[in-house]
Every structure is written in structure tokens, then in C-alpha cells.
């Protein structure tokens, strides 16, 4: 049976922490550029689409704290929390990072990209999505570097990560695909979502690139309709 519940955030003070120490950003871009490609396709187009129908967070490269004294965070490349959203005030230091305690729950989905065998996540970091409770822990080895799949989804079964023989997140009503096309004009292999059903999450310009052309064939059918009505004699303007 999968973990679905929501894990209770432990709050170490009655008095709201101090989280003036914790860092919740360091200045130091680090990340190449197909990960924060590929990062901001996993975020952007969760936006761009309404398969999930509550509040939700996606989010790339933000701190996790779980505990208010823990003092240490976990950086995914992207997470995906449900039945939240952010503060109005996020300049604030405790809503500049996903501090388990404010927003009274951890992450269901977390996304870990792979560029090189150093990253711990299939040890380090797996251990510690699960002890978060993290439901689904994704991990994406474009050149499997240390999974023989390109693509894995682990999900949460009794506190232990079990590898799925797919790529549904069936509790979050996501999937996932490797998709062959140009995302911010750069053709490439990219992970896209989809939703249970396997149909692909249009990004923003997939969109507004089809709105487009329903609209450009709506008017050419109807300028065609409005040449045929001359023929016969009747203006179009009269109807």
C-alpha cells in the first residue's frame, strides 16, 4: 500500500522559529543549461494546463526544510506540492523557501536530473525524500549514468521507495514521457508530463500555437464560404 497521506510537519517551538539563519538561497548558479531547460518545461507547463485541478506549487531549485530546528535543507530540481500556494509576501524570509512548517506539508512529487554520477540520488537523497514523505520520487538519467532506464518513478510504500513498472503518478493524476521536439527553439529529447491517460501537457506556446491555427482554419473556411456565396450571387455581408 502507498503512503498517500499528508506527513505531519513537526514544529519544534511554540513561539514561530527563528529562520533568520536558515538559507534559503545561496547566489551561485550552478545548474547547466538542458537541466534548467528541462526544469522550467517541468514547471512552466503544469501552469499551462488545468490537468490539476487545486492549488498547487511547482517549483525548480527551492530549499525543503521539513523541520523548524533542522537547519539543513534538500534542493530537488523540482517539486510539486498540492493543496497549497504561495504567500503574497514570499520576499519574506520564511516564505522564500519551502519551509515545511509554514506551508504544513511536505511535497508529493519531487524531479532529480542526473548529469553526472555524483549526485547521490539514488542513495543520499532517496533515503531522505523518503523520510519527507515525498510520494513519488522521480529521477531522470538522460544519459543513465547510474539506472539502466532513462526515466524511473520510485513511489512511497510503507516508508520505502519501490521502483513502478510505469511512468503514472497515479495519486497526482500525472504522468510522465519522453518526448522527441523543440521546447524554446532547441530540438532535443525532453521529459514532459501527460496526464493518466498518456496525452501529452501542452506547454504555453503548444497553446497559443494551436489557438492559432483553429483560428487561421476558421477564417479560411469562412472567407472560402463567403467566395462561394459571391458565385452565386449573395453578398455575404447580407446574411
Not at 506551508?103 to 548529469?115: D, M
Not at 542513495?123 to 525524500?129: E, I, P, Q
Not at 456565396?229 to 446574411?239: T, Y
Amino acid at each position: 500500500m502507498s503512503d498517500y497521506q499528508t506527513y505531519e510537519i513537526i514544529v519544534d517551538a511554540i513561539e514561530p522559529p527563528d529562520v533568520s539563519q536558515l538559507t534559503t538561497e545561496d547566489d551561485t548558479p550552478v545548474d547547466n543549461l538542458p537541466s534548467e531547460k528541462q526544469q522550467r518545461l517541468s514547471t512552466t507547463t503544469l501552469y499551462s494546463n488545468d490537468v490539476i485541478s487545486r492549488p498547487f506549487l511547482a517549483a525548480a531549485n527551492v530549499a525543503i526544510y521539513s523541520r523548524a530546528v533542522e537547519g539543513t535543507a534538500i534542493v530537488p530540481d523540482v517539486l510539486l506540492s498540492l493543496d497549497v500556494s504561495v504567500s503574497e509576501d514570499f520576499w519574506q524570509k520564511e516564505h522564500r523557501a519551502y519551509l515545511g512548517w509554514i506551508f504544513g506539508k511536505n511535497p508529493e512529487v519531487v524531479l532529480e536530473i542526473v548529469s553526472n554520477r555524483k549526485g547521490g540520488e539514488l542513495d543520499a537523497k532517496m533515503s531522505r525524500y523518503a523520510q519527507l514523505g515525498v510520494w513519488y520520487y522521480v529521477v531522470y538519467d538522460p544519459h543513465t549514468y547510474i539506472q539502466a532506464e532513462k526515466v524511473a518513478v520510485y513511489e512511497l510504500q510503507q516508508g520505502v521507495y519501490k521502483l513502478k513498472s510505469d511512468l503514472l503518478l497515479d495519486a497526482v493524476g500525472l504522468g510522465l514521457q519522453l518526448w522527441e521536439g523543440e521546447f524554446e527553439d532547441t530540438l532535443s529529447e525532453w521529459l514532459r508530463w501527460t496526464d493518466l491517460d498518456g496525452n501529452l501537457l501542452p506547454t504555453g506556446k503548444e497553446r497559443a500555437d494551436s489557438e492559432r491555427a483553429r483560428a487561421e482554419s476558421e477564417r479560411a473556411r469562412a472567407e472560402k464560404f463567403a467566395a462561394k456565396l459571391r458565385e452565386l450571387g449573395i453578398d455575404p455581408e447580407s446574411i
